[in-house]
């Protein structure tokens, strides 16, 4: 698969559906649409599909994958799920909450997809598209975010293709992403106590925190639009491409009224637009550290690192 538009471009609708559960039947990678951004589907049983995903992204073999399920019946087949887990997924499932739980021996799911870890980090989606999908192939699927690793994540099929495009066999496109940030993701011990990994649209509140490398999004540099960065911005220097927020008009706004939740969604596609500009460096308005603004301030602190 090499050139412009190589990779396939399927109708998120029974057609696209069933055309893109034959290719992940057949070990094949699919980007497609969740409630969050666009995920890089492959069978999450089968070693040659998910290590096809990680030499597609270029991504490092310590960072482990979420495994999208269709039920809790799927779940409890593949991990241990303590009554705390019970009780998240309760909650929050089907939705943007990812449980790292402890990997059942006979999940038979392929290595790669915990990293080396002794756990798997499942979530339930709450998109139509991606859940249907499950249900079509009838199998869980491994699916990080839809581009190259540590670039910016996607929430509309065109920034799959212009990350991927030749490199994946096809896109299912559903439009934009409804909530534009990755999942919230928690690890649940096996005291009961549970650790915030990483931040995302599910704001848990003080939940402890923990920087090991269990789940993915923790790296330090992440989410890179590759040009220097800097927050907190409230005046433009030369130069500068500014993504507002709030009373800061921007050469792209988060939110004009300041809804974080706006904010949120939007976020990715500003990151995208400012990693086109002409313009040689990004300036970001301050975003309030409360509710999934801690989520959102998350990614931009990881984009705004330099990678190591």
Sequence with gaps: MTGKYATERLCADAGGIARAARILAGGGLVAVPTETVYGLAARADSETAVAGIYLAKGRPSFNPLIVHVADMAMARRLAVVSPAAEALAAAHWPGPLTLVLPRREDAGLAEAVSAGL?????????HPAMRELIG???????????????FISPTRADHVLGSLD?????VLDGGECPRGLESTIVAVRADGSADV????????????KKGAIEAPGQLASHYAPGKPM???????????????FGAIAGDCTLSASGDLEEAATRLYACLHEAARAPQ???AVAPIPEQGIGRAINDRLRRAATPPA
């Design 280 to 282: 040689a460096s990004i």
């Design 230 to 244: 800097r927050l907190d911005a409230t005046k433009v220097a030369p130069g500068d491409f500014l993504i507002g």
């Design 136 to 150: 079509a192939v009838g199998a869980p699927l491994a699916a990080p975010s839809a581009n190259r690793s540590g």
């Design 197 to 208: 990994l990483r931040p995302g649209p599910i704001d848990l509140g003080e939940m402890a």
């Design 118 to 126: 002794d756990t798997v980090a499942l979530r339930m989606p709450a």
């Design 166 to 170: 030749g490199r994946i066999d096809a």
